[in-house]
């Protein structure tokens, strides 16, 4: 029921009514009769799960929110339906007002209405009564003392047992949940799979001889220090920010157009991923990359990085 949208206010909000506990009969014929109607024919613009925001400012799950009203004033007085907007809209007696919308209730239907608040409109179990937190309520306060992002930089003990620290934090937690790693596999399954999370690529013959042939310690972190050095590291991760940007190489129209030196950019984004570039940085290189006063140079070309990293402007 959109009782209040674009509706002047025709009187001043009185004081809200505080309903005596309903009777049995009272409380029989508001969940038989009333409460029935508002949620089938009110419920879906006027409640809490209403999509947004009620329409016009209007709540109908709780007498509270009835006697507060919406955007234009309060739509029930208790006692009195020839002075309660609720009962002037379902009557249709106001052209302007007409609810529910897509027509008019039963005849029957707006009687138990008017006799509801004629009887001083008993609300049983109205939850509505407590007061309830706005949606729109930020704490930041709260929020920073809540959220992760925000807590103190700790350095927890490492918890006992074989394998490096990750592996040992990794299977404390799964250890809580009563569960355990997978079996370890193969050398060559592992080779495969981290060559392809770094690079995009399959291992190269001589990289599964030279893995399989160390059976040093370090054999695993020296395939991957190699794989984060490779530069197929950089043209792997950096398609992730490329498509972020909706990166291309043409307008996308019917004809085409190529966009001239759209690979600069492409390439210097790639350099950043290669050269472990901090993200503050590139952030800000995007965003002012041409008005730095200190840019940011290729070591081995001399080419503004910086200055390219502007060009997300213009290709987004």
Known sequence: MRLWL????????????????????????????????????CYSCHSAKTPKHPKGG???DGRKFLLEGGDTGPSLVPGNPAKSRIIEAVKYGDPDLLMPPKGKLPAA????????????????????????????????????????????????????????????????????????????????????????????????????????????PKAFEVVVDRLLGSPAFGERWARHWLDLVRYAETRGHEFEPEIPNAYQYRDSVIRAFNADLPYDRFALEHLAGDVLPDPRLDSKTGVNESVIGSGFWHLG
């Open 109 to 216: 239907a707006v009687a138990e209405l008017e006799a509801w608040v004629k009887a001083g409109a008993p609300w049983p179990n109205d939850t509505a009564a407590v007061a309830e937190p706005t949606a729109d309520a930020f704490d930041i306060a709260k929020r920073k003392k809540d959220h992760w992002a925000w807590q103190p930089v700790t350095k927890p003990a490492v918890p006992a047992g074989p394998g490096d620290a990750v592996d040992r934090f990794l299977r404390a937690k799964l250890a809580e949940k009563k569960l355990d790693f997978a079996p370890p596999t193969d050398k060559l399954t592992w080779l495969r799979r981290v060559t392809f999370a770094l690079t995009g690529l399959p291992p190269t013959p001589s990289a599964i001889a030279a893995f399989e042939a160390d059976t040093s």
């Open 6 to 41: 674009c509706l002047p206010a025709l009187f001043a909000i009185p004081a809200v009514a505080v309903a005596a506990d309903p009777t049995p009969e009272q409380a029989a014929h508001f969940e038989t009769k009333v409460r029935p109607l508002l949620v089938e024919h």
């Open 58 to 60: 209007l709540r109908v």
